[in-house]
């Protein structure tokens, strides 16, 4: 398979974009505890208390806690319940990413565009309000038991949605410079990257703007596979990857196999200053993966300048690579739960577009050591 580094020409002007989306509006997670999950994403990552839904708010058989920072909006969903269909996602995958949900104008319109075009409903057109006014819903299955929920908040004054309440709360960890959603990379099974490339290019108009083959993502070990798909504004960008045959098992295959499924596998999150993020993260006891001293040796030899110091990015193991139009700079979490599933990536752009790929061979050999010690390899 050949790689294709150059995006393809930028739709006509004259081309009317389906599916305007205006940005990420939240993700939501389905995990057996919220109320300490919510915890966790206040002390390790910065979040602030934004809304809570549950039994006090007449929400019978769940709990949401709604935390954000900057233009970064979690929601944290565990069921009150057992026999809840929350109780079987959660007993199935782990914790895990339910909920894409997407800032659109019309979600009437998003719905309506997308399910004609062959997108499975999940949920019809749906008006909520209350004294701050209406928040209109709908949404779509993707990849897994994944979903896309298509927002429309123009008419709402609130903090959240109808159905929430404020919650203040007397903890307030400082913010750590995180920002908003960057894109959210998605793993699907053998032969499955190409169904949901043309998924998301037919039901919801994005277009594959770069393609990795096995020969760029693939070590001594393993190997995998990726397209990134983008909206026509970039605002929403979704790399898909599946595995490639290696002569071990790749981190696409665990995360299958202890996902139990198709999923969502990180999710990446700007920041202007990685270092003082990064730093700050580490110091609350979110864990990186740690990069050789031998990636540093070399690095600006392949990158050329950049404005920052080595040191403190070799000390935190921040991964730095060079397009076209820019440098980037990103580093990895380890997973966030103990199933070797999701994991969060921090990314600084200094006019570069891509992902990464110079990357990936120290990353992917660094996600080994992981697995190894997991004994997954
Ligand atoms: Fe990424």
Redo the contacts with the bound molecule.
């Keep these: 398979m050949e790689t294709t580094i150059a995006a393809p020409k930028p739709s006509s002007s004259a081309e009317t974009d389906f599916l305007p989306l205006q940005g990420t509006d939240y993700v939501e997670f389905y995990v057996g505890n919220a109320k300490q999950a919510a915890h966790f994403y206040k002390t390790a990552f910065g979040f602030q208390s934004l809304a809570y839904s549950g039994p006090e708010t007449g929400m019978k058989e769940k709990a949401s806690y709604v935390i954000r920072q900057n233009k970064l909006t979690f929601v944290l969903t565990t069921p009150l319940r057992s026999n809840n269909p929350i109780t079987e996602h959660i007993h199935k995958h782990g914790d895990g990413v339910k909920v894409l949900a997407l800032k659109v104008e019309d979600a009437t319109s998003a719905w309506e565009e997308t399910t004609k075009r062959g997108g499975k409903s999940y949920l019809e057109p749906t008006t909520l309000t209350d004294d701050d006014g209406e928040v209109v819903m709908s949404g779509i299955h993707t990849y897994g038991d994944t979903v896309h929920l298509f927002i429309e908040r123009g008419n709402y004054r609130g903090d959240f949605m109808p159905g929430f309440r404020k919650w203040e709360s007397f903890y307030n960890p400082p913010e750590t410079g995180l920002l908003y959603v960057?894109?959210c990379?998605g793993n699907v099974g053998w032969n499955q990257m190409n169904p949901w490339v043309k998924f998301y290019e037919e039901v919801m108009g994005f277009r594959n703007i770069l393609t990795f083959d096995d020969k760029d993502i693939s070590t001594e070990y393993s190997a995998l596979m990726s397209k990134v798909m983008s909206n026509g504004n970039g605002f929403v960008k979704f790399?898909i990857n599946e595995p490639a045959e290696g002569k071990k098992k790749s981190q696409v295959e665990e995360y299958l196999e202890f996902y139990n499924g198709e999923g969502v596998q990180?999710v990446?999150v700007a920041t202007n200053d990685i270092v003082k993020t990064v730093t700050d993260l580490q110091k609350r006891g979110v864990e990186f993966l740690n990069i050789p001293a031998s990636y540093y040796a070399t690095v600006l030899d392949r990158v050329g300048h950049i404005d920052e110091d080595l040191e403190p990015l070799q000390r935190l193991g921040i991964l730095v690579d060079r397009d076209e139009e820019g440098y980037l700079l990103?580093i990895?979490s380890k997973p966030v739960e103990d199933r070797p599933t999701l994991f969060f990536?921090i990314?600084q752009r200094k006019g570069a577009k891509s992902?990464?790929k110079g990357n990936f061979k120290a990353l992917f050999e660094a996600l080994e050591k992981e697995q190894d010690a997991r004994g997954n390899l």
Excluded: K, L, W, Y
């Design positions: 960057d894109h990379v790399p990180h990446a990103q990895f990536e990314i992902f990464g």
